[in-house]
């Protein structure tokens, strides 16, 4: 129920390109669906993050399509370049006080991307 | 920079004993969440506090335990340590209002790496 599950676990792309990683959730009290990027030796940063009121949110080359059906997103980087290459995680949790899931992030298992020049 | 800061970066320490963990969150922000990062279970929320109260826990073992002092940083604390306690720990820090309502987005510190050999 509170599983987040992150594919694909690795992608590679070429300078130029469209980076897709996906994600799915079971438990419909999540209400609030970050993604974070991460570099080596460096904290989780946030990059972008959607409620489900929206199916799509934009933010420079970094787009989360929302399917609120199927407990679905994903994050889309377009015109991909090597800078960024890193891990991305998506996440979810809810704005529900009282809930179990309340405040605290359920990350998914992360997606290793590079971006070849 | 995400503002949320956190000592020693990397510490190396032997089975069986005990460390401490600081962080220090953003300017203003009441709420700070601790995680874990390991290779094979990922990032694990482990525990959360609210201007000095404990408001969740998460997949925290009994031989760790935390606190959020008065002037809101917060120490994490790793007693009798295993080797399998290696891990990457993170401290976020989110903003909430003074009714206890929490905005999701969190902020992440640099992280403490921590290896018990």
């Known amino acids: 129920q509170q599983q987040v599950k992150q594919s694909p676990q690795s992608l590679i792309v070429q300078k130029g390109g469209i980076s897709i990683i996906n994600c799915a959730y079971e438990?419909?009290?999540?209400?609030?669906f970050p993604w974070y990027q991460q570099f080596p030796g460096k904290g989780p940063a946030l990059l972008i993050a959607?409620?489900?009121?929206?199916s799509e949110k934009k933010e420079g080359r970094f787009t989360i399509s929302f399917n609120k059906s199927a407990k679905q997103f994903s994050l889309h980087i377009m015109d991909s370049q090597p800078g960024d290459s890193a891990t991305y995680f998506c996440?979810?949790?809810?704005?529900?006080?009282?809930?179990?899931?309340?405040?605290?992030?359920?990350f998914g298992q992360g997606t290793i991307l590079t971006v070849h020049p | 920079d995400s503002g949320v800061t956190q000592t020693p970066k990397h510490l190396i320490t032997a089975t069986g004993q005990r460390v401490t963990l600081r962080c220090s969150p953003r300017?203003?922000?009441?709420?700070v969440y601790w995680y874990q990062q390991s290779l094979d279970q990922g990032l694990q929320f482990l525990i959360q506090y609210y201007n000095g109260e404990e408001r969740a826990k998460g997949n925290i073992l009994e031989r760790f335990s935390a606190q959020q002092f008065p002037d809101l940083h917060s120490e994490l604390n790793l007693s009798s340590l295993e080797l399998g306690d290696s891990a990457l720990y993170f401290c976020?820090?989110?903003?909430?209002?003074?009714?206890?309502?929490?905005?999701?987005?969190?902020?992440f510190g640099p992280g403490t790496r921590l290896t018990v050999l």
């Open positions: 300017s203003g922000d009441l709420s």
């Open positions: 438990n419909t009290a999540f209400d609030y």
């Open positions: 959607i409620r489900p009121d929206v």
């Open positions: 996440a979810a949790s809810t704005n529900t006080p009282g809930g179990t899931s309340y405040g605290k992030l359920t």
């Open positions: 976020a820090s989110s903003v909430a209002t003074a009714s206890g309502v929490f905005y999701n987005e969190q902020f």
